[in-house]
């Protein structure tokens, strides 16, 4: 039995139990209990308890997710009741965040809304940066000048940090809150050789001319998630051939760097690691061997999931990994696949350029159930930007207007993330001039504006002067060339809700909503959401 709390009271049931609460005259209300969620309380008033006392039905909110692991929806049942971890793949950072990288965010930052909504302080996700890739050290080379006082790895650092900050402007644009934890993959290089150490000593990699690779041959699993046979798995995405491979879909753990590459000493001499293996790193340290729901594109369910499983597994022996993953579908623009080469590669930036809101942008990429292909059309933009406006000035029209979320809102949502079933519900709320209920629907699905964390607070004096005071320290340690120090002032800052902008005439900086001085003054940037990236995600 679960207690549950509501209005002082407290009343035992079961997580799928229909049942009755006495003694209260309110309807609609959403509650949680310490093993889950209900979805909606409701008076009944033709039904009296003891002494005429009125009586409310409820229902336990179920959760239904696809798992692409199993592929079957599924009920979501925590690991540890009352305790939801969910890792993402987050971007890797060398560009701009265009549509597709965006939708991945805001689809999953749904989920983790949802989540929040129903198990409280009980969920914690995680969301990684990969700021070590060779598109990373391709984009460097671009805008590297040989010749110029800077060596290559410098100009990754500058990259990555610029495209970091560029990230959370775009991500905040669009209401997607900051992840509890977000990683960065060059924080854990000795996590990732501690795992291939493992991983080597259990026979399941091997060294070949300064690569450490995964034998997938080791592995009589490998290739079950992705229900791919070794044929469709040589030829699969972004696996690379090479000589010194056993088995052309072995895949890398560690590489090689040469003097100008950002690089790290290892056993294997100095060098990088392979993509996959960051994630595992990253999600194991942070969430445990065995943890709830892993999310993603679907473009990154072979390789890159298959893999994460494979050497996760491996190097945990009678661990199952994730439990329930969960893919979103690829993005398409005017049903044509996104592409530099096409020049319809649309970002975040082109779109807040030209004055379409954040809102409608969300609104956009949440219209078409999160599984299927999206195909991004400027009618279908111009539709929903015109839904924003007028649900907003229905807002703005009853500003003192309160409601709790519809029922039906968290019923879609709990029934895995239909957002077009919910959206579809906030347009009948709309109709019907339920204008508390739609606010507060919406501000579920994180279409109302201001919930970005873009908007600026005051400081007071004290609390500018430590800001001040860390930059001027910040500064300090990229002139002697300590950017280890430079990058954790930086992301003190970050965390704590200070925007930083460098520029030629110096630093400036603004506190945003999420300004938190307590975190500040704690001066461990290793306890918070870090920061975020963009470009490809994984």
């Not at 407290?10 to 609460?21: F, Q």
């Not at 970091?164 to 993959?185: C, F, K, N």
């Not at 050789?193 to 997938?216: D, Q, T």
């Not at 839904?387 to 029209?397: C, F, N």
Request: aromatic share 8%; glycine share 10%.
């Amino acid at each position: 039995m679960n207690p549950v709390a509501f209005s002082q009271k407290w009343v035992n049931t079961t997580h799928h139990e229909r049942g009755t609460i006495h003694n209260f005259r309110h309807f609609d209300y959403l509650l949680t209990s310490s093993a889950g969620p209900f979805l909606h309380l409701q008076t009944d008033s033709n039904r009296q308890g003891p002494a005429g006392q009125s009586l409310i039905e409820f229902q336990m909110a179920q959760l239904r997710f696809h798992n692409t692991k199993t592929g079957q929806k599924e009920e979501f049942e925590p690991i540890e009741p009352g305790r939801v971890r969910m890792y993402a793949c987050g971007p890797t950072v060398y560009d701009r965040a265009h549509i597709g990288n965006a939708r991945q965010a805001v689809v999953f930052d749904v989920l983790f809304r949802l989540l929040r909504n129903l198990y409280g302080e009980g969920v914690l996700y995680v969301r990684n940066i990969t700021d070590v890739d060779d598109k990373i050290n391709a984009r460097a080379l671009e805008l590297w000048n040989s010749d110029g006082a800077q060596s290559l790895a410098d100009v990754v650092r500058v990259i990555t940090n610029e495209t970091i900050e560029w990230y959370r402007e775009d991500m905040g644009a669009l209401s997607v809150l900051t992840p509890d934890l977000e990683p960065r993959a060059t924080e854990f290089i000795p996590e990732m050789i501690e795992l291939i150490l493992r991983l080597l000593e259990g026979g399941f990699a091997y060294v070949a001319e300064g690569h450490v690779l995964f034998s997938v041959d080791a592995y009589s699993a490998y290739g079950d998630f992705s229900r791919r046979s070794p044929e469709d798995m040589e030829a699969g995405a972004r696996v690379e051939i090479a000589p010194y491979k056993r088995n052309p879909v072995d895949f890398v753990l560690w590489k090689p760097s040469d003097s100008n590459e950002p690089g790290w000493d290892s056993p294997w001499g100095r060098g990088r690691p392979g993509w996959h293996i960051e994630c595992s790193a990253m999600s194991l340290k942070l969430l445990g061997n065995n943890f709830d729901i892993h999310a993603g594109g679907a473009d990154l369910i072979f390789p890159h999931h298959e893999n994460e499983i494979a050497q996760s597994i491996c190097a945990n022996p009678g661990s199952e990994f994730a439990r329930y993953w969960m893919h979103n579908g690829l993005l398409t623009v005017n049903g044509r696949k996104m592409s530099k080469s096409l020049g319809n590669v649309i970002t975040i930036k082109d779109l807040t350029n030209k004055g379409i809101s954040g809102g409608a942008i969300r609104l956009t990429l949440l219209s078409t159930h999160y599984r299927q292909s999206l195909d991004w059309t400027e009618t279908k933009l111009e539709e929903n930007t015109r839904a924003m406006e007028r649900w907003a000035g229905m807002m703005e029209d009853a500003p003192n207007c309160t409601g709790a979320v519809s029922p039906e809102i968290v019923a879609a949502l709990s029934d895995d993330l239909n957002t077009p079933k919910a959206i579809a519900e906030l347009h009948r709320l709309a109709k019907e001039g339920d204008f508390g209920s739609l606010k507060a629907s919406v501000e579920l699905l994180g279409l109302l504006t201001g919930e970005s964390g873009t908007g600026r607070v005051q400081v007071e004096d004290g609390m500018q002067n430590l800001i001040e005071r860390l930059l001027q320290e910040r500064a300090g340690a990229r002139g002697r060339r300590h950017f280890d120090e430079a990058d954790r002032i930086r992301d003190l800052l970050l965390s704590a809700g200070v925007e930083i902008k460098d520029g030629p005439q110096g630093t400036e900086w603004s506190a945003t909503s999420r300004f938190n001085p307590d975190r500040l003054e704690q001066g461990n940037p290793g306890d918070s959401a870090i920061v975020g990236g963009f470009a490809d995600d994984g």
